[in-house]
């Protein structure tokens, strides 16, 4: 299961859809549990966030 991180911005549902496309199982959370148990993380969005590399 790949986690998309709902933090209130970005456009999740095309996300989503495209990651459904090429046969990914996904969960849209903010939840910490369902981020620890994803086997990938996706951080959608456009641009640079401030302290992440």
Same mark, same amino acid.
């Given at each position: 299961?790949? #986690?998309?991180?709902?933090?209130?911005?970005?456009?999740?549902?095309?996300?989503?859809?495209?990651?459904?496309?090429?046969?990914?199982?996904?969960?849209?959370?903010?939840?910490?549990?369902?981020?620890?148990?994803?086997?990938?993380?996706?951080?959608?969005?456009?641009? #640079?966030? #401030?302290?992440? #590399?």
């Amino acid at each position: 299961m790949i #986690a998309l991180i709902d933090y209130g911005m970005g456009n999740l549902g095309s996300v989503e859809k495209a990651l459904q496309y090429v046969g990914c199982t996904t969960v849209i959370t903010s939840s910490p549990q369902q981020l620890a148990e994803a086997s990938g993380i996706v951080l959608p969005g456009v641009g #640079a966030f #401030a302290g992440i #590399a």
